[in-house]
């Protein structure tokens, strides 16, 4: 999974560091929240989507929204992450009701730190597990594969996905629990046990 941020680190330094971005961004201000975020926002996107290009356009519109929206942003209701990982989640939404497909769930990134440079024997294995794990988050309610993507791919903490889902934390933290030991029982039914 390679993805460039070169043409848009580019244009943010021709742009100028003081130029205005929509109301109330300059490209210093976006060039810091892009740095910071891109990566976090790429992965939950390709968790959802399961497809690096359809990711990749998502997650250029979702930083065109917040150059279009910053002005909305307010410290006071939300922490910036919160704000932010809404606006991915909603564009991410309207990709699905536009396309009126399922969500999906990809543990490409996962498996990229399980397994750092396989070899040919460790691909099949990461193909093997890649395939058992994607079937048994499968069979979790979207809801419960929705809060697994925002603690492990976007690396929210509880409190944030609780904020943005508008839940308490401790829900949060049952249901990633809750989620956790069915995806385990899954994959122990399955043959694919931790040895």
């Known amino acids: 999974m390679e993805y460039s941020t070169q043409a848009v680190k580019r244009e943010i330094y021709l742009q100028g560091q003081d130029k205005l971005l929509g109301d109330v961004l300059t490209t210093k201000q976006f ?25 990749e356009d998502i997650c250029s519109h979702v930083f065109e929204k917040v150059i279009s929206n910053y002005h909305k942003f307010c410290e006071e209701k939300a922490k910036f992450d919160v704000w932010l990982f809404a606006i991915v989640r909603n564009t991410v939404t309207d990709f699905y009701r536009a396309r009126k497909k399922r969500f999906h769930f990809s543990l490409d990134s996962v498996t990229e730190f399980i397994f750092p440079k396989p070899s040919p024997e460790e691909l099949a294995i990461r193909d093997d597990v890649h395939q058992a794990l994607f079937q048994a988050l499968a069979k979790l309610r979207d809801k419960e594969r929705n809060i697994i993507a925002l603690k492990f791919a976007a690396g929210l903490k509880n409190s944030e996905i609780a904020e943005l889902l508008g839940k308490s934390e401790s829900n949060i933290g049952v249901v990633v629990h809750r989620s956790l030991r069915k995806l385990q029982k899954i994959l122990e039914t399955g043959g694919l046990k931790d040895e």
């Open 31 to 55: 060039s810091e929240i892009y740095e910071q975020y891109f990566d976090r926002v790429y992965k939950y996107i390709y968790y959802r989507i399961q497809n690096q290009y359809e990711a």
